[in-house]
């Protein structure tokens, strides 16, 4: 590596999958080279935000409420631009569990991840549906979740809206209830996290690194099967066919007709407030100093 190449290690939020391929396509390509940067996946790793505070990477996709819940402990993180902005959380059920409205979730059990967040949003979902712990049974879940619900331990589980298409290939056809359609406000839901220092001393590098991406986007917009084939061969546990699908879910939620990347710091507000109300935050924050649009091109 020069002297005049930047390294980005980005630590990714989950297994490289189709939502990645904006990186992946920009790097095959040569784009990051060419703009003087060394780019780096890395697979996602415990404690990610404390590495980026850290500085054993440059950059973490991450969830903006962990970045407000971890700010008295991690100062110097800010979010430098959004990678899925739209808030693909909700509820999934097997349609063969006669399970088709909201309405029907009553007196049945309902499996959620330890989030902070993913509780207080079930709040809501179920208060807009006037549905109460009187009439549902709510159970913790981990990552075994869609392996328990196909095996019938519950009836319904939270999840992201991009991942249905891995539960369908298992020839299950599912419904699913979003969040932001009952009653809870919409937000980005993964955003590129840095450390403010190495982000402020790196600026350039960095608004090159969203070009490139950019650029990649347009690229993984073109691709056909043999792209697709081609990004999935490096990825563990990957299928092509299963990745297009996941990528048609994903891609507006990318690219939502808007400006690429960017915060919307009104939904962020919002989704603080949620945060707060519940107790998870003991005070509020300037969110316009946290989620940043200023390296973006």
């Given at each position: 590596m020069s002297d005049t190449t930047t390294r980005i290690r980005v630590l990714l939020d989950w297994d490289a999958d189709a939502k990645h391929a904006i990186i992946w396509a920009a790097d095959q390509?040569?784009?990051?080279?060419?703009?003087?940067?060394?780019?780096?996946?890395?697979?996602?790793?415990?404690?990610?935000?404390e590495k980026v505070h850290a500085g054993e990477v440059e950059l973490a996709i991450n969830y903006p409420h962990n970045i407000l819940l971890m700010r008295k402990e991690l100062p110097n993180l800010i979010s430098v631009g959004v990678l899925v902005k739209t808030n693909p959380e909700g509820l999934f059920t097997l349609k063969k569990s006669g399970i088709d409205t909201p309405k029907d979730l009553e007196n049945k059990t309902i499996a959620i991840g330890w989030s902070p967040l993913g509780r207080s949003q079930i709040k809501i979902f179920l208060d807009y549906h006037d549905l109460t712990d009187k009439n549902i049974k709510l159970i913790p879940i981990g990552r075994k979740g869609k392996k328990l619900l196909l095996a019938g331990e519950f009836d319904a589980l939270n999840g992201v809206q991009y991942a249905n298409p891995r539960t369908e290939r298992l020839g299950h056809e599912i419904n699913f209830f979003p969040y932001i359609n009952s009653g809870v406000p919409n937000s980005a839901f993964l955003v590129f996290t840095g450390q403010k220092d190495w982000v402020n001393g790196n600026a350039e590098a960095l608004k090159r690194f969203f070009s490139c991406i950019k650029e990649g986007l347009s690229l993984v917009k073109e691709w056909g099967y043999d792209e697709w084939e081609a990004y999935t061969d490096t990825l563990e546990?990957?299928?092509?066919?299963?990745?297009?699908?996941?990528?048609?879910?994903?891609?507006?939620?990318?690219?939502?007709?808007?400006?690429?990347?960017?915060?919307?710091?009104?939904?962020?507000?919002?989704?603080?407030?949620?945060?707060?109300?519940?107790?998870?935050?003991?005070?509020?924050?300037?969110?316009?100093?946290?989620?940043?649009n200023s390296y973006l091109t």
């Open positions: 390509a040569g784009l990051f080279g060419k703009n003087g940067l060394k780019v780096e996946m890395v697979p996602p790793l415990p404690q990610r935000l546990g990957r299928n092509r066919d299963e990745e297009m699908a996941v990528w048609e879910i994903t891609l507006p939620m990318i690219d939502d007709g808007g400006d690429l990347f960017h915060h919307n710091i009104e939904e962020i507000r919002k989704l603080q407030d949620i945060l707060y109300t519940d107790g998870m935050l003991e005070t509020t924050y300037p969110v316009e100093e946290i989620f940043v």
